[in-house]
């Protein structure tokens, strides 16, 4: 942590500070330059935690130089993680498809859906029981009706199944039923289900928030491993941006920033990112290459008729034509696909 | 509702969309343009919400006409809303501040602001028991025992208290001790939290999510007022754009786009909005001339060591001083301060 | 200056950025701390700048200390600028009004708004004889002749006058006939028309640019100082976010960011801004009071038939409304208008 | 073109709206809905240009049906554009990669970074003759010396050579010179720059703007072809955003939207978009897989001393390592390289 002093500061002022520091019992630096003084603060910063240094007479800011987040930061666990999700591993050798539609709809829909995906390569089934809409008359979700067809799905087709929760109560509904719980983009920075989540000690999807910073993201996932439970992937969607002919700006630098500041595994979900249909494929080709560890791709036995986001849904044609592009890709870039 | 064709559309693709369209009772009209044919869609379009028509064959776009909020719009409901919040009235002739420190960190603090917030002119007290830290390693509130002290804090000065809740577990403690339920930026689309607070009945003050349009907003209050609890109050806190010189871009705008388009009453936060203290008063004069209906300013007995926030408290002399300015310009708006 | 090394940098790569800053002769403060070591650069940075610190091995980041702007900063010229344009000042005691029609489409259409806002209370015409526009199917300005209007406007009426200039031809021209050159939102990294705009010595309007932050705003103020002219008075217009309910979004904290940061006068325009005619009145009123030096408000004698802008336009009556509006609140904030 | 009336809007209102229509020779088509009455214009609505219908008495909203770029738009120009650049096609079959240093700074160094991009698969030669800076402290380029340097390499190695433009003398004298000009992101709406650069008949190389939409940018392309000049590239180069981690955020999404909306050709440049070193490959190789036509590789024969943006340039080992990784890629994606 470094505290930069207004020009001509006052030497009180300095001093004040340096006192207030090594009250705590670190120790400070002294810079002291042409036009300002800076001041280094060594040892553990959070013994300044609540010393708001930076309203201090003749202090003009304060800069951070090292990251708040700990358990998810590269620096002190510089392995990537490999996360077990049923029998799938993400962040490893494995390339890792997660598909399905946006909301679980019915029975048949699911089942033929999770048939279909599997069949054209995907390992893991995707379906929203627990809607987060816009609109409040806007269909919400089937609830744990929609948890009892991802079990079966599972059961059925030997794929693992992940699914949205937005309350305590979902959590304890989904923890019954599937292999591995998301927290979506609205609820990144919804710290009291972070915790719950992390509690269950499930793998969790982390989607990113919608105006969320890697550095917040990271934090967010931080939230989750503080409760013992390091199994967290990232997953970017896509953030909010002034442009408008996606819906949302896919940043797909994004990965590799997080391989380089953090060693948890991080897919992108394209069909979110844009909610153009006809945009997927080209991005999730750009995913594959850009490094990721896997992809969510929605898709629908008859997107027309989804009750959400269809129009960004592959039809399943699609999406073994998405799955053929991608697996000389994956090849290419040493991953199994 | 309007179809927008693609230029060449196939005839047989507009009369595909325009027998699903009257296929559900709605009635189509065409305008054959020169270069698109556009179908106009007459009726209650929710009929049409399990057909995703965006992605039919030779559909161009689909532009709505009407918003999809309705109990939070001005059309259907042209008179203002006044909210009571214990014996204060928002959104009528009163101009109200809302003050206190971002946490709660014990009986003194909190007492000895709320006297000293009362004595400047300020009608509520605000104070945050459950705290939503962008880190888990940052200071998380006092929980149920801060909202306790709230209430001595009530009952001491007469002021009205607001607390900001996290989940239905907060939920169930606050209505307890509070006056109105504070629903924070992070949580703005946290549907559930929005459900469940509109079933308490008590007043709901709404704070803008940092990435969330005013139409996503207005929808968010809708899951309030649509549990039957019209009792709401939008706070402006800053939106997330690329500046960084203040902590968010305070929109104020928002206040006149909403009083536009909502009956409902909308305060501002320049606390939040900005992050840095020497700001807060000149914006707060802008609020007030920009038409909001009140404030919401942190204060500290101490902000230099202030559990959170502290950067961005007044301390009680500067309050006074803003409250001071904040007088003959409410007048002269035409509101009683 | 201050460079961050890496957790675990080897002592050679610290020792080898000291080596560099010794050799450009200048001094080098170390703080060792328990994660990482930080160096503190003493001594004039310039040197530095074709070391590119930040790709030498083992250094984590540079932290920059001071502003690169200085004639523009206030932390070297701690005293207000007042600028001249014509007989008018701004940024002093007066509170200075500029307004007239986005683009300049006839002399009889100039003159009439000319005294209209006269009468209303502005000082300024403004009117467009250059225009940026998106697409270049639309109205492009009468250039020169624009130009001649706008001197008799002014000597008919005593106002000053103020004009876009696009390229060195317009402002070649413009000099022959204005008062005051204004570099457009879309030119405010335009480095070349800002060097020879600042060449001419006439008073200078900068919009800020869409998505500039203050900081490149008050470096573009620079170039123009730089050249030996400080009569720049800068203005707030809205900057690009996610929020389609306005054009823009007014950014009206960079108000007093720049009364904190810059001795320079800072004007609003909330018609650009908004870019929508209910919402000027509003923002106006704001701007007075978070204490902006002026306005500019587009008017136009029929904006239904305005050539550019016409939705953003007051008409006469709209104008002197919002002048009544503000004259008791300029005079409360302590200015004369 | 659609109006979109308010509720309840007097009938007298819409008449007077169809009279406007029909009186500029146009054909109005009504759809009364339940809740509002929407009027589609059929016909030329550039007739309507200098009427502002959005603020006619009782109108919401205007919307319009088509976009306002039409030489650039793939609806009137199916088949892709092959732009030649010297004897180097782009947006063909060749993937085409333009590399060189952010400034040219001497002969030796712009020679000595010909050969080395040469050897390793590059096309085409960047160099920067005129350097648009933030600061108006830092090194602005050589000029017109800068350019003889870049014909020199042009002969010495057969590579063609890109230069960026600034102003009518920098295009004046670059026609001399080069076989591309380039218009950069800060010139992207500097008209009169486009249209200057249109007449020359050269190839230009136009970078979207920071906060430039997808559609401003064809437009701003718009402007050039309008000149009679078709051999436009466009160029992905990021976009400003409030992520940090990264200098701009890439938008990559805008590759498939361009392909989708435009025949223009796009390449990204990941250098400028990231800022980043440790960033450019695995960017670079994204945007390959997104299906770009080329990239733009910042590299330096020791990029610690590079005068401008040193901290994103490659090496000439790090430019040979990505060329190496793209190869494969490109022709995985049916390209030659």
Redesign the interface.
Known sequence: M?I?M??NAKKESIRNIIQIIEGKGLTA????????T?I?????K?KL????????EDVDKI?P??E??KLANK?FHPQPSVIKVGNVTIGGEEFVIMSGPCAVESREQLLETAHAIKKAGARILRGGA?K????????QGLEEEGLRFMKEAREETGLAVVCEV?????IESAVKYVDMLQIGA??M?????LKEAGKTGLPVLLKR???A????WL?AS??II?EGNPNVVLCERG????????RN?????????IK??SHLPIIVDPSH??GV???VK??A???????ADGLMIETHPD?????SD??QSLTFPQFEELCAGIR??AE?MGKKF
């Open positions: 470094i930069v207004k020009p630096h002294i810079s002291d330059g042409k036009e300002v800076i280094g603060v060594v040892g553990d959070t935690q609540d010393q708001n240094l930076e309203i201090s800069v130089v090292t708040s987040y620096k627990y987060p809409r816009t609109s409040p008359y806007a269909f937005t309350s305590l109560a979902a609205r609820n920075q919804n710290f009291y289900l928030g919608l105006s910073t890697i550095d917040e934090n931080e939230y503080a953030i909010r941006t002034f442009e408008t002919a996606t700006t896919l940043d797909i630098s994004a990965v590799p920033v380089d500041k990112a844009t249909r006809k945009y080209s991005l080709m750009g995913a594959v290459a850009v490094g997107p027309a008729h989804a009750l269809g129009p000389p890709l290419l």
